[in-house]
């Protein structure tokens, strides 16, 4: 079975802060994809990477970057210098690339950046 | 803005009701998939459709039912709602159907169950 975890329930920081989400999977496919997800206020959700299985490079786009270790399990995203937009609930996903099989998301984490 | 459009924006109804949720995916995309995002539930995969059958179905009631049309747009019908019912419902698109392909989520129908 698949699993995703995000222990952290909600996270507060101060503008400027860096602040790491942590996401933890569970599955037996060897070939299988992971997605972060933004969900600011209002409401839609919003594509932020996706990473394969066999790529562990690590990512960075602007202020966002990405930690992915396959020894632990981890896919971990990182906001340097956080702003108040980044204010959202952030959901980490996985999928195995499979026909017909489908997207198990994370319980998610709500970032609160204050000014 | 995804591409992905749902209507309606909200809908609030009363138990025993029926209601019709509409998707439009991104042009070009062959899946949909719909999900329910409720707060005890987070958010559920409920079905998929690719190229107009049914590709995979997750925790959908049996008082739910989804169709894709020719014209690749889909409705997701919900019946005898109850009040947990109540929820977030998002359309999703892909270009095809497998897990490798990011989903583009649409701005979701808010239903409310009185």
């Known amino acids: 079975a698949q699993k995703v975890t995000q222990a952290q329930t909600e996270i507060s920081v101060v503008e400027k802060e860096d602040v790491t989400l942590d996401c933890v999977y569970e599955t037996r496919d060897t070939t299988y994809y992971l997605f972060w997800y933004k969900q600011p206020p209002s409401g839609e959700l919003v594509f932020l990477i996706r990473?394969?299985?066999?790529?562990?490079q690590n990512e960075i786009s602007g202020r966002y970057s990405w930690n992915f270790q396959k020894s632990t399990s981890s896919f971990n995203f990182t906001i340097t210098a956080s702003q108040v937009v980044d204010s959202a609930v952030y959901f980490c996903?996985?999928?195995?690339?499979?026909?017909?099989?489908?997207?198990?998301f994370g319980p998610g984490t709500r970032l609160s950046v204050l000014p | 803005d995804s591409g992905v459009t749902q209507t309606p924006k909200h809908l609030i109804t009363a138990t025993g009701q029926r209601v019709t949720l509409r998707c439009s995916p991104r042009s070009g995309d062959l899946s949909v998939y719909w999900y329910q995002q409720s707060l005890d539930q987070g958010l559920q995969f409920l079905i998929q459709?690719?190229?107009?059958?049914?590709?995979a179905k997750g925790n959908i009631l049996e008082r739910f039912s989804a169709q894709q049309f020719p014209d690749l747009h889909s409705e997701l019908n919900l019946s005898s709602l109850e009040l947990g019912d109540s929820a977030l419902y998002f359309c999703?698109?892909?270009?095809?159907?497998?897990?490798?392909?990011?989903?583009?989520f649409g701005p979701g129908t808010r239903l409310t169950v009185l």
């Open positions: 990473r394969n299985s066999f790529d562990e």
């Open positions: 999703a698109s892909s270009s095809y159907g497998t897990g490798s392909n990011e989903q583009f």
């Open positions: 459709y690719y190229n107009g059958e049914e590709r």
């Open positions: 996903a996985l999928s195995p690339d499979n026909y017909g099989q489908n997207f198990v």
